[in-house]
């Protein structure tokens, strides 16, 4: 069984970040992430172009919680308090206590090890405290950075959805990659 923990809400911490819920205060940070065409690239949204656009994402990572379909943390910057980015867990499948990863991190900090370290914790959570037995992710072809990201983290390719996701419009296919709890119980063992 997943165990959906999601109110209250989470706080996951690391080294460098702050996972917590992202709120209207985020707004502008999150305006800043969100209308780079360069993060909107692989993902299934355009570039949004508006505050009100921006505060329709914030309401629905906060609905999407209150109904435990996903979660959404926002990434803060310990040293600037400022929202870098997002994580989320979601698509849970009961039976097979799965669930699939997303993220989105802003442009100007990507290559620094940030959604490394915070999808580890993500991942950390979705193992330790939701009881996951999976955690996969689809990349759209093109987006190596996420699958080095992935692959950095121990996730494996599996291979290749065809036509899994419209995004913008058109049926792409998907890069599926995955860790077993058992893999990342590995893992960690072998850091010992």
């Known amino acids: ?6 109110i209250p809400f989470p706080i996951l911490e690391t ?14 940070q999150l305006y800043e992430i ?5 993060v909107a690239k692989f993902d299934y949204f355009y570039p949004v172009t508006s505050k009100e656009q921006v505060l329709k994402f ?37 039976g097979a206590r799965r669930g699939e990863l997303g993220y989105d991190i802003a442009q100007v900090k990507w290559g620094k090890g940030y959604a490394t370290e915070a ?12 009881n996951l037995n999976r955690i996969e ?29 419209l995004i913008k419009g058109k049926l792409e296919d998907g890069i599926m990659m995955s ?6 119980i590995k893992k960690d063992r072998l850091l010992d």
């Open 1 to 6: 069984m997943i165990i959906k923990c999601f």
């Open 58 to 94: 914030i309401e629905r990572y906060k609905k999407e919680i209150e109904e435990n379909e996903e979660i959404t943390w926002g990434i803060i910057l310990k040293e600037t308090n400022k929202l870098i980015g997002t994580c989320c867990l979601g698509s849970f499948n009961e």
């Open 15 to 28: 080294e460098r970040l702050i996972l917590r819920l992202v709120e209207d205060r985020d707004a502008e």
């Open 34 to 38: 969100l209308s780079d065409a360069e």
């Open 137 to 165: 992710a689809t990349i759209t072809p093109g987006n190596d950075a996420s699958v080095k990201v992935l692959s950095k983290l121990n996730f494996i390719q599996e291979g290749v959805v065809r036509e899994r996701d």
């Open 179 to 184: 860790i077993l709890k058992r893999d990342y």
């Open 119 to 130: 999808l580890e914790a993500v991942i950390d959570y979705g193992f330790d405290i939701m």
